[in-house]
């Protein structure tokens, strides 16, 4: 009589998860970076599952969600995890700051440890450091390392006589100031580097002390005639290719070409420049590595001041 084969055992539930919590986009190039990086880390971490997870902020109160990647959100996101058996989940956020769309991440972090028996849940803070919640300045290394960063990234046909305009998405709270802090930092490095952040609405922007009307105002100040326009966002969707580039009377190209100023787009994301790509990826072993703390404490570790 022969014996029956041995039952191989069942597979063991991966040690950790990893989420990506991103804006995301509806362009098919900004979802194409996403999904090669989100491969990159995959392929960084063989043993991990990895989610791409979308955030959406107070501002879109849910619209647009069927175009995005999946549609899926961190929530979603935990409950895949929990399917798979997993226990301890690092979340990597890939905002630049610590706006709305962070502390979405972070609230379903919390909510994910306690109501769906997680063991450890740790969270990688954005690109750029936070102010503090009482109006404080940021964390000044993580704004130097992302402007020598930017700096280092800047198109190599640039000369030393040609502006750089720099678009920040903005943000409300504590985390405006970070984008002046970064703002500062640059222009101390180079005073032909000038950034500021979208104006909320066309109405704002054709005013005449609008953030884009002040930067004309500089840039022409400078002397410079030509400008490289370049987005500072994680993807270049939307923002980057109808309002920085675009062809429209208000966007960024178009105040500044009727000022005179020749204007090159740059459209590539800050994942797409690898030294960015890096500083996120630290961010994200950073968290991997906290959740042997969060096992220590039964729940979970929070960047304070990401």
Same mark, same amino acid.
């Given at each position: 009589?022969?014996?029956? +084969? +041995?039952?191989?055992?069942?597979?063991?539930?991966?040690?950790? &998860?990893?989420?990506?919590?991103?804006?995301?986009?509806?362009?098919?190039?900004?979802?194409?970076?996403?999904?090669?990086?989100?491969?990159?880390?995959?392929?960084?971490?063989?043993?991990? +599952?990895?989610?791409?997870?979308?955030?959406?902020?107070?501002?879109?109160?849910?619209?647009?969600?069927?175009?995005?990647?999946?549609?899926?959100?961190?929530?979603?996101?935990?409950?895949?995890?929990?399917?798979?058996?997993?226990?301890?989940?690092?979340?990597?956020?890939?905002?630049?700051?610590?706006? &709305?769309?962070?502390?979405?991440?972070?609230?379903?972090?919390?909510?994910?440890?306690?109501?769906?028996?997680?063991?450890?849940?740790?969270?990688?803070?954005?690109?750029?450091?936070?102010?503090?919640?009482?109006?404080?300045?940021?964390?000044?290394?993580?704004?130097?390392?992302?402007?020598?960063?930017?700096?280092?990234?800047?198109?190599?046909?640039?000369? +030393?006589?040609?502006?750089?305009?720099?678009?920040?998405? &903005?943000?409300?709270?504590?985390? /405006?100031?970070?984008?002046?802090?970064?703002?500062?930092?640059?222009?101390?490095?180079?005073?032909?580097?000038?950034?500021?952040?979208?104006?909320?609405?066309?109405?704002?922007?054709?005013?005449?002390?609008?953030?884009?009307?002040?930067?004309?105002?500089?840039?022409?100040?400078?002397?410079?005639?030509?400008?490289?326009?370049?987005?500072?966002?994680?993807?270049?969707?939307?923002?980057?290719?109808?309002?920085?580039?675009?062809?429209?009377?208000?966007?960024? /190209?178009?105040?500044?070409?009727?000022?005179?100023?020749?204007?090159?787009?740059?459209?590539?994301?800050?994942?797409?420049?690898?030294?960015?790509?890096?500083?996120?990826?630290?961010?994200?072993?950073?968290?991997?590595?906290?959740?042997?703390?969060?096992?220590?404490?039964? &729940?979970?570790?929070?960047?304070?001041?990401?």
């Amino acid at each position: 009589m022969t014996s029956a +084969p +041995p039952v191989p055992p069942a597979p063991s539930a991966p040690s950790a &998860g990893i989420i990506l919590a991103a804006h995301g986009s509806r362009h098919p190039g900004a979802r194409a970076t996403l999904e090669a990086f989100t491969a990159r880390v995959a392929a960084r971490h063989p043993d991990c +599952p990895v989610r791409l997870a979308r955030t959406m902020g107070e501002l879109h109160h849910g619209r647009h969600l069927r175009p995005l990647f999946g549609a899926r959100s961190v929530d979603a996101a935990f409950l895949e995890m929990a399917g798979l058996g997993v226990a301890r989940v690092a979340v990597q956020s890939l905002h630049v700051v610590a706006g &709305g769309e962070f502390a979405e991440v972070v609230a379903a972090a919390e909510r994910a440890r306690r109501g769906a028996g997680f063991a450890a849940v740790t969270v990688g803070g954005p690109l750029l450091p936070a102010a503090g919640d009482d109006g404080g300045r940021p964390d000044m290394d993580g704004i130097v390392l992302a402007a020598e960063t930017l700096l280092a990234s800047l198109p190599p046909g640039r000369t +030393p006589h040609e502006a750089v305009a720099v678009m920040g998405h &903005g943000a409300r709270g504590p985390a /405006r100031e970070t984008y002046a802090a970064l703002a500062a930092e640059l222009a101390r490095r180079d005073p032909l580097v000038f950034f500021a952040t979208l104006d909320r609405t066309r109405a704002d922007a054709a005013r005449e002390d609008s953030h884009i009307g002040r930067l004309r105002r500089a840039i022409l100040d400078s002397g410079a005639l030509r400008a490289w326009l370049v987005p500072f966002f994680s993807v270049a969707g939307a923002h980057a290719r109808r309002d920085l580039a675009g062809d429209e009377a208000l966007s960024w /190209r178009g105040v500044l070409s009727r000022a005179g100023i020749d204007c090159l787009p740059v459209l590539s994301g800050l994942l797409e420049r690898e030294g960015f790509a890096r500083i996120f990826l630290s961010r994200l072993d950073a968290a991997l590595s906290g959740l042997g703390a969060a096992d220590g404490t039964g &729940g979970s570790t929070m960047p304070d001041r990401p």
